[in-house]
């Protein structure tokens, strides 16, 4: 059987792809140690384009631009600069409304590709480039504590792990948040409110991790421009004891926190990785677990939504849940509510 | 394939419909020399991470139903065993659909919003496809009586061409014979540019507008990129032409998405060459259900998925196909809750829910797309988003068919059909059928007399993949009962005082016997006891109430049965649309149609 995974585990190696959103320059080689600062790619990427109507400008039919050009295909011009000219006396200019790269003329028109903007893709994370993808990046081995969320928002950046939450069951209050905390991740409890956002904008907090978010406060989240990961998703839920002990027992690590979440055709969960300096390599995640006896999940779907607990037992055929449909499942411990029966496509395992 | 077998001996079939969220998986069998339904199983679909193979979520969904059926299918190393072997081993054909690909990005092209625009905009509807930029000249309208889009430069244009990075970009604009300068001016300014500095990462160019502009739009473009020309979707402002334009895109979709599935090579080894748009092998099967159930009445089939919401119509032997890609139940779930507000959505709801927490829900409930609904209220949840996306999608779906645009409630009602089939994990997985046809009349709002189905094994898509080749699968195993009988839903049209008769409906042979009121404003349900099979059944509409047959008339009906039952929908056409009206009226309704 196929079952959903969150990965919650405090040593793991895990392979994270690199890419450069244009085909560029690869920097790194083939078992490079790479630093998180380490640039792995580079690409000059356009960022937009004009096109200028070279017979409208020059009062001209203009069969062949070259005759008119003051700057020839691929020169650099500055905004302002002139590009084309006609006649001496009775002077017709045509002249670049931007910074930017002259990349062709024809047929009387002029293509100016705005000044493209160097782009330096950085490793982001420490580790081992195990993969060169061409003109793209690269596939880097890492060694680190990873929590997945289910949702997330803002950059991905990095910073020290700190704490502003005494457990992961009360919601952040901004007075918990000082100018400590400037630049730091933090760790943000149960969930995140109005005046915590403002607290965290006001000191400059890069990041928090919080158990879950009001959808309510999403404007307000994505306004602030802060990146948050919610490890339980919409609503009011505690963060899981799992993870909140994972962060704490890291707190004043350097941490990678990616939020982006899945497009609407792909499956990405954000996450936040702790890099590890260990000695010994640790085993290798790998996607395809089972569902057994013993085996720790989460519940997906109310009544026990975000509840853990074991699986205690694999009922053969399919039971009936309280709205009546018969599924397959599996009876699971739950914490605070005891044995219950939980449909497979409601369960995902914890690792 | 099956070479050893004539067209007419019927083959075991085994038929994959690889979802965005499930992978199905069906049987096909001879049994005493006809084909039926044998068997069905499902597993989680794996075209996204971390598979990122459709081959693995359809080897667990075989494996499940080798278990279900006793009989292996698949060898030692997991490939297909074909043709069947005489002692029972593997089938003997395979086919296999699929809705998992992402849908096209289309970029439409234009002179200005409004006429020719819009029809394309239609013909993006009939497949897998999402317009992410329309490009227009903007300024005065020319042939179109619509205000304006503020006009925006050429280089404007361009460059939302070039962020919107299409795989297809639709070029429209003029009647056949009509405006020349702006649509040559738009290729050769804008068009050509954009696909200029789209370099390696060219769209396919479709070019759908005046006839008489072909060689010089092609000469203009021909030299950055082919061009696909097809007929004028507006070829006079009073015609609409979006067929051809509808099939080439879908043809794109083909090309440049589904061609590329992960693990589509497995779908190919397993002997299915080609594998067939979802939406379009669903359209194959409704058009057959058109002919066999009742050439009369248009026959609609309703798919709600995970990533995608489906309406097919057939009518008069001309089908009709609106795909939303931004309305599923599951991955579109984020995109649906976007257009739809939520009020719209909790007045299907008996019970008050706050709209913040309704929307937690719901976006808890997209980004785990497999989950499914565990208590009631969530059932009732869900089912009430699906309303909406139906209805959002029928608006869609009306211009097309009915010939009429919806500028009100009134427009957004559906003509008797036969029959109306429900597909899709929402409306299947349901603790008792009447959820599911109740959700058809409100979100469809059928007038008269219709059949109401449910297709439990998803065997309108998947037979519909071998329709063209082996008609005799589609037409066997769908007469024998492979679909679920609901009942019939008798709609009324016309308002009256609440608690008042509207209908009356009585045993057409039998005088004596007694005779069931249904009044305004309420639902009825004949549950399947409550007749003989085959009784015929007169329905005596009030004064000026329409049943079908016109203002006062009465019709019959046969009774059928069904798992819910005859359904005497009294409500109404349209439904009021406001929470104060509908809510608190729910808890009735679901009562009655549970029964």
């Not at chain 1, 244009?22 to 998180?36: H, I, N, R």
């Not at chain 1, 028109?109 to 160097?118: A, D, G, Q």
């Not at chain 1, 999403?218 to 490890?231: D, H, N, R, Y």
């Not at chain 2, 080894?269 to 159930?293: E, I, K, M, N």
Request: glycine residues 8%; charged residues 20%; negative net charge.
């Amino acid at each position: 059987m196929l079952y959903a995974e969150c990965f919650i585990t405090p040593a793991a190696t895990i392979y994270r792809k690199r890419v450069l959103p244009v085909p560029g320059q690869v920097l790194c080689g083939y078992g490079d140690q790479v630093a998180s600062d380490r640039a792995l790619a580079e690409a000059d990427m356009a960022m937009g384009y004009h096109l200028l109507d070279l017979e409208y400008e020059l009062h001209v039919e203009v069969d062949d631009p070259d005759r008119f050009l003051v700057k020839k295909i691929g020169d650099l011009v500055e905004q302002g600069e002139v590009i084309a000219r006609r006649g001496r006396i009775l002077l017709r200019e045509c002249i670049s409304p931007v910074k930017g790269r002259l990349i062709d003329a024809r047929r009387g028109k002029i293509l100016i590709e705005t000044m493209p903007e160097h782009v330096q893709l950085r490793a982001f994370y420490p580790g081992k480039v195990v993969n060169v993808i061409p003109e793209r990046g690269a596939t880097l081995e890492i060694a680190a504590a990873l929590v997945q969320g289910l949702w997330g928002t803002g950059r991905e950046l990095r910073g020290r792990l700190d704490s502003a939450a005494p457990n992961g069951q009360t919601p952040l209050r901004g007075e918990q948040i000082g100018v400590s905390h400037m630049g730091t991740v933090l760790i943000g409890g149960r969930s995140l409110g109005q005046r915590a956002i403002e607290a965290a904008v006001r000191n400059q907090v890069a990041a928090i991790i919080v158990g879950s978010v009001s959808s309510a406060l999403l404007p307000a989240i994505q306004e602030s421009g802060l990146s948050v990961v919610a490890t339980e998703g919409f609503g009011d839920w505690p963060m899981s004891d799992r993870a909140y002990q994972l962060l704490q027992a890291n707190v004043g690590h350097e941490t990678c926190i990616s939020p982006t979440i899945q497009p609407r055709w792909e499956v990405q969960r954000p996450e936040v990785v702790i890099p590890l300096t260990t000695e010994v390599q640790p085993p290798a995640l790998k996607a395809g677990a089972q569902i057994e006896i013993g085996t720790t999940v989460r519940a997906m779907r109310a009544p026990y939504e975000n509840l853990v607990g074991r699986v205690a037992s694999l009922p053969a055929g399919p039971r009936r849940l309280a709205s009546d449909v018969r599924v397959h499942g599996a009876v699971v411990d739950l914490q605070t509510v005891g044995r219950v029966f939980v449909p497979f496509t409601n369960l995902e395992i914890l690792r | 394939m099956g070479e050893t077998r004539s067209e007419h001996q019927p083959e075991s079939i085994l038929i994959a419909d690889c979802g965005s969220t499930i992978t199905k998986v069906v049987l096909i069998d001879s049994v005493q020399g006809q084909y039926r339904f044998v068997a069905y199983a499902d597993a989680p679909s794996t075209v996204n991470d971390p598979w990122d193979d459709v081959s693995i979520g359809l080897m667990h969904a075989v494996r499940q139903l080798e278990t279900i059926v006793n009989r292996p299918l698949l060898d030692a190393d997991g490939h297909l065993q074909w043709p069947e072997t005489p002692d029972g081993v593997g089938v003997d054909r395979f086919a296999a659909v699929s809705s998992a690909a992402r849908p096209l990005r289309v970029v439409l092209a234009g002179i200005t919003p409004g006429i020719s625009v819009a029809s394309a905009q239609r013909a993006t509807l009939h497949t897998y496809a999402e317009v992410v930029e329309t490009v227009t000249l903007g300024g005065a309208a020319i042939e179109e009586d619509g205000p304006p889009d503020p006009p925006r430069t050429g280089d404007e244009l361009i460059n939302a061409i070039w962020h919107a990075s299409p795989d297809l970009l639709c070029i429209v604009g003029g009647t056949d014979d009509g405006a020349r300068e702006p649509v040559l001016n738009l290729v050769r300014d804008v068009i050509r540019v954009a696909l200029y500095l789209l370099g390696e990462e060219l769209p396919i160019v479709i070019y759908a507008g005046n006839a008489a502009l072909r060689s010089e739009i092609t000469e203009l473009i021909e030299e950055v990129a082919p061009v696909h020309v097809v007929d004028n979707v507006r070829p006079t402002p009073e015609v609409e032409n979006i067929g051809p334009a509808a099939e080439e895109i879908e043809l794109c979709f083909y090309e440049q998405q589904l061609k590329y599935l992960p693990g589509g090579d497995t779908l190919r080894a397993w002997g299915s060459p080609v594998v067939l748009p979802t939406a379009r092998t669903t359209d194959y099967a409704v058009r057959y259900c058109a002919h066999a159930w009742n050439p009369d009445k248009p026959a609609l089939s309703v798919d709600v998925g995970s990533a995608n919401v489906v309406l097919s119509v057939c009518q008069g032997g001309r089908p009709l196909t609106t795909v939303r890609t931004d309305l599923g139940i599951g991955y579109s779930l984020r995109s649906l809750l976007d257009r739809v507000e939520m009020a719209d959505i909790l007045r299907w709801l008996p019970f008050e829910l706050d709209p913040v927490e309704a929307r937690d829900r719901l976006l808890n409930k997209a980004f785990r797309p497999h989950s499914i609904a565990q208590t009631r209220e969530e059932v009732l949840l869900e089912q009430a988003v699906v309303r909406e996306a139906v209805r959002l999608t029928l608006r869609d779906l009306v211009p097309s068919w009915l010939g009429r645009d919806v500028t009100s409630l009134k427009d957004l009602v559906v003509p008797p059909c036969e029959p109306i089939i429900a597909g899709g994990g929402v409306l299947v997985h349901v603790p008792h059928h009447g959820l599911a046809a109740l959700v058809l009349l409100d979100a469809l709002q059928p007038l008269g007399s219709s059949g109401l189905y449910l297709d439990e094994y998803d065997l309108l898509p998947t037979l519909g993949a071998v329709a063209q080749e082996r008609p005799l699968a589609l037409v066997q195993t769908l007469r024998s009962g492979g679909l679920t009988y609901l009942g019939a839903a008798v709609s009324v049209v016309g308002r009256g005082r609440a608690g008042e008769t509207a209908v009356t409906v009585r045993p057409a042979e039998s005088r004596e016997a007694p005779s069931i009121e249904v009044a305004h404003g309420t639902l009825h349900v004949l549950p399947r006891q409550a007749f003989a099979l085959g009784t015929a059944l007169e329905l005596v509409p009030g004064r000026g109430i329409d049943i079908g047959a016109g203002p006062g008339k009465p019709t019959r009906v046969v009774y059928r049965g069904g798992t819910v039952g005859l359904i005497v929908d009294a409500r109404g056409r349209p439904l009021p649309d406001r929470a104060e009206q509908l809510s608190p009226r729910m808890d009735d309704w679901l009562s009655e149609i549970e029964r």
